[in-house]
């Protein structure tokens, strides 16, 4: 092997690629183009079904409870403890009332309410809800507050003609403080960017490795290319490095339109969760986290160039490479949910998992070097292995040349 005729191929591979104009719209502009617009569609979309489940909490009341006295009780003594409960007509069909929208909520008082209201005594409201329709489910919270205020005011008012302080009834004042600066926006974040980085890094190197030999061999250009003076293991690390090359222009293309999103509003990154902040990184462990990256671009591009390879023709490696997507699919969804201090030391050893968790563990502000050098460690082992795969394959006459 010689250095210069490796360089001499990922020069030719390089340059073929990227005067496919299609290939460098869809691998680099696009994802800058497309991403912001996803973001802000599916931020916004969020952020407004949230703010539905809050605002504008529609409230009526049944045509049976729906006396004055009931009508009168349900704006005054309730709805005035929430400025969001909006009481509306009474309705004959509840189910119906909520099913078209008419309402969020339908309210039901005991007849004798106002009796035992005077009386001191307990009296019942129930709540219907539809939970099959989140805009109903969620806005069940926001009446239940208006509720307990209601039960509070009434209970110290009480306490207060009889002669007793309420403040007997408190026997601990609760006091929550938050000791980490990150916002909720972060840990929507350290959900979603994981497992996005480690996606774009497995498929985005795909369309490179099914034209590199795949494509070659379906052109008849690969037979030409062998009878030079570049010896097999030069042309596949050339051809090797090509598509780690183009896994991380494309990583970089739908990062760089991930940052674009984040510039225009802040909030389409975290669903409507709230601004990204208090997360403070250490230059070590974000080089480490960086470098695993790296390395598992690097183990996807030699497995890419192996299933290529194997491959009898461009449409084959394509059916082949889709399905790699699903190898990045499971730990991603598997380990979604995982907090930064939830993840185990297992995990820092399996491929793509230890990327995930490098990942959520610097963006959950926890530092643990053992965890990181493991996956260094192990991620070095990754390559090497899909390397010397991708050499058995291109050295294997009856699977080079194979139709």
């Known amino acids: 092997m010689r250095l210069k005729h490796t360089i001499t191929v990922l020069k030719k591979e390089v340059l073929d690629i990227a005067r496919d104009k299609k290939s460098l719209f869809s691998n680099i502009l696009l994802p800058i183009i497309i991403m912001p617009v ?5 931020g916004s979309g969020t952020k407004k079904f949230t703010q539905e489940m809050k605002e504008n909490i529609t409230v009526a009341l049944t045509q049976e409870s729906a006396s004055p006295e009931a009508q009168e009780f349900l704006k005054n003594q309730i709805a005035i403890h929430d400025e969001n409960i909006i009481i509306k007509d009474p ?83 609760q006091e929550k403080v938050n000791m980490t600066e990150g916002s909720p926006g972060n840990m929507i974040l350290s959900m979603l960017l994981p497992m996005l980085i480690a996606m774009l890094v497995a498929v985005g190197g795909i369309p ?18 062998l009878t030079t003076r570049a010896s097999r293991l030069s042309i596949l690390l050339g051809k090797y490095f090509t598509i780690n090359i183009f896994t991380f222009v494309s990583v970089l293309s739908t990062l760089a339109g991930f940052v674009i999103s984040y510039i225009i ?33 690097m183990t996807f591009s030699g497995i890419q160039l192996a299933i290529s390879t194997f491959a009898r023709s461009f ?12 190898a990045v699919m499971i730990p991603s969804y598997a380990s979604m949910m995982m907090q930064a201090n939830d993840i185990k030391m297992y995990m820092f050893s399996v491929p793509v998992l230890n990327t995930i968790s490098s990942l959520k563990m610097i963006l959950g502000g926890v530092f643990d070097y053992s965890k990181l050098f493991l996956a260094l460690g192990t991620s070095v082992l990754y390559v090497v292995l899909a390397l010397y795969l991708s050499v058995l394959m291109f050295k294997k006459e009856s699977v080079l040349f194979r139709s």
Do not use: C
Not at 131 to 154: P, Q, W
Not at 210 to 225: C, F, H, I, Q
Not at 317 to 323: A, V
């Open 38 to 42: 996803l973001m802000l569609l599916v």
């Open 91 to 173: 309705v004959e069909n509840p189910e119906e009332a909520v099913k078209t929208g008419y309402v969020k909520l339908v309210v039901v008082l005991d007849k004798d309410f106002q009796i035992k209201y005077e009386r001191n005594e307990p009296f019942s409201i129930k709540i219907l809800f539809d939970d099959s329709k989140s805009s109903s489910g969620g806005s069940v919270s926001v009446l239940e507050r208006a509720i307990e205020k209601f039960n509070n005011v009434t209970t110290n008012k009480r306490l207060e003609e009889m002669g007793i302080d309420p403040e007997i009834l408190t026997a601990v004042v």
């Open 208 to 225: 490179a490795a099914t034209d590199l030999v795949a494509g070659e061999k379906e052109r008849m250009t690969l037979e030409p290319l």
């Open 265 to 297: 509003n802040p909030e389409t990154i975290t669903m409507g969760m709230g601004n990204v902040g208090g997360v403070k990184l250490q230059p070590a462990a974000v080089l480490l986290t960086l470098a695993v990256i790296v390395l598992m671009g």
């Open 315 to 326: 449409k084959e490696g394509q059916t082949y490479l889709s399905m790699l997507i699903f």
